[in-house]
């Protein structure tokens, strides 16, 4: 068999990871597809079913049993296809007109924004200030808030939030921690009357927004905690309070990669690169930084705000060991950049300029994992000769190597993040992540 066969066993790309906190499971095409059709049925109306199954497959010939399978049913067969994503990487400002923008122009239908502060630790305060945010860019009444907590979890199960859900023209879930949201609104997996209202309207074209915990509860599989250094010691915590990183069941508004947010200022590439690795978690991985934004249209997606948004493709790899690897691609994307979500190719902002190596000598990093260390590491092998790079760290070996095409763009030489280039894109790059060599 060839190398990552069980991987890659088809472009389906989709695995499935039970939302529960007991195990994980990583069966293609078995229960957790039939269960996420059994959810699909509940959520959506016969005409949504089909584009949603044709999303989730990509499969010509399957859709095309599955339209005569509708039509056979009796149904019609309607093309509406989900809203926009805003997936904002935290700490968002309230000037940062482009999100909120995207946001706003998101909308879908009369209705308001809806916000749903229910990861955060004081729900009632984040929803008021969310809601006044929104109305600077949407104007009166263009948002308002729906307020469910952990501290009222039986508001997801009332019929008259539900109603009040399918009136949004959009939502935009606060941050605090991703895991009150699937606690609240899929109990031990339960699928409850306001998260079938939020994904029917999502599914109809309303814009979803989120940022900090609202951003990584969006992805199938949810990176829920741990640090960078957990993971690259410890790899995938096998129970919730183990070391390592974090994985369980997140909302599923975007599929096909997983996704982690305060990326670059918080150091969290070791937990990405790991988590990426998992043979039970989606293969490809997005790294969003703060005051900035993913914005997802459809099958691709483009980068707005301050910083940039790390990209993590570990179609490819080769396994050492239980959690570590060689062969992941990784990429920088801008402000301005736009990827193809299939492909993952990714066209560069047109009015970029190259960054031009130099002598520059890469300075030795002490901690990779700091804030913003792998950030000024990527500027330092962008305008150096150098092509490649490996750091010790505890509990690993990390190289890092220039791949063929490898280009480093800017829009100017300042405004970035911490003194960079405002945005500066960098790639591609080949990482290893080996274990340490022993004396």
């Known amino acids: 068999m060839p190398k990552q066969e069980g ?104 209705g308001p924004i809806c916000v749903v502060p229910t990861a955060s630790s004081d ?8 809601v006044q945010r929104i109305t600077q860019y949407g104007g009166p009444e263009s948002a308002s808030g729906i307020l469910i907590s952990t501290e009222t979890p039986e508001r997801a199960w009332e019929p008259a939030v539900a109603a009040q859900i399918s009136t949004c023209s959009g939502f935009y879930f606060t941050g605090g921690s991703q895991s009150r949201v699937i606690d609240v609104f899929l109990p031990s997996g339960d699928t409850t009357l306001a998260y079938t209202a939020v994904m029917k309207r999502w599914r109809e074209g309303a814009v979803v ?122 990429n920088l994307m801008g402000a301005g950049d736009v990827i193809d979500l299939e492909s993952l190719q990714i066209k560069r902002r047109n009015t970029s300029t190259a960054l031009v190596s130099g002598d520059r000598i890469l300075q030795e990093q002490t901690d990779l994992f700091s804030r913003w260390a792998f950030l000024h590491l990527l500027l330092e092998m962008s305008t150096s000769q150098k092509t490649a790079v490996t750091l010790d760290t505890e509990g690993a070996k990390l190289t890092l190597r220039k791949d063929e095409g490898f280009t480093a763009m800017m829009t100017t030489l300042t405004g970035g993040p911490e003194g960079t280039p405002a945005g500066f894109s960098a790639g591609p790059l080949i990482v290893d992540l080996l274990p340490p060599e022993r004396d």
């Not at 904002?88 to 400002?93: E, P, Q, T, V, Y």
């Not at 729900?123 to 200030?129: D, F, N, P, T």
């Not at 790294?287 to 179609?315: F, P």
């Open 209 to 330: 927004a989120g940022s900090s915990a609202g951003a990584a509860m969006m992805s199938q599989t949810m990176i829920s905690g741990g640090t960078s250094r957990e993971a690259i010691t410890n790899g995938i915590a096998k129970e919730p309070d183990a070391d390592g990183v974090q994985l369980r069941g997140g909302m599923g508004f975007f599929t096909s990669a997983l996704i982690d947010q305060h990326f670059l200022a918080r150091g969290r590439i070791g937990r990405l690169l790991v988590s990426v690795i998992n043979q039970e978690s989606p293969m490809i991985g997005f790294g969003i930084d703060e005051n900035t934004a993913l914005i997802v249209d459809g099958d691709s997606a483009s980068v707005l705000g301050a910083s940039g948004v790390v990209v993590v493709d570990g179609r490819h790899i080769d396994l050492v060991g239980s959690h570590m690897a060689t062969g992941l691609v990784v």
């Open 7 to 110: 991987r890659r066993l088809s472009n389906l790309k989709t695995r499935y990871r039970s939302p529960s906190l007991g195990g994980t499971h990583y069966l293609l095409l078995g229960w957790r597809l039939l269960r996420s059709i059994s959810r699909f049925l509940e959520v959506v109306t016969h005409n949504g079913l089909l584009v949603q199954v044709i999303k989730m497959t990509k499969h010509t010939k399957l859709a095309t049993a599955l339209a005569l399978g509708v039509g056979a049913w009796g149904c019609s067969i309607d093309v509406s296809s989900p809203g926009r994503l805003v997936i904002i990487g935290g700490a968002l400002s309230a000037g940062n007109d482009a999100v909120y923008n995207a946001v706003v122009e998101g909308r879908d239908g009369e």
């Open 123 to 130: 729900a009632e305060e984040a929803m008021h200030g969310a």
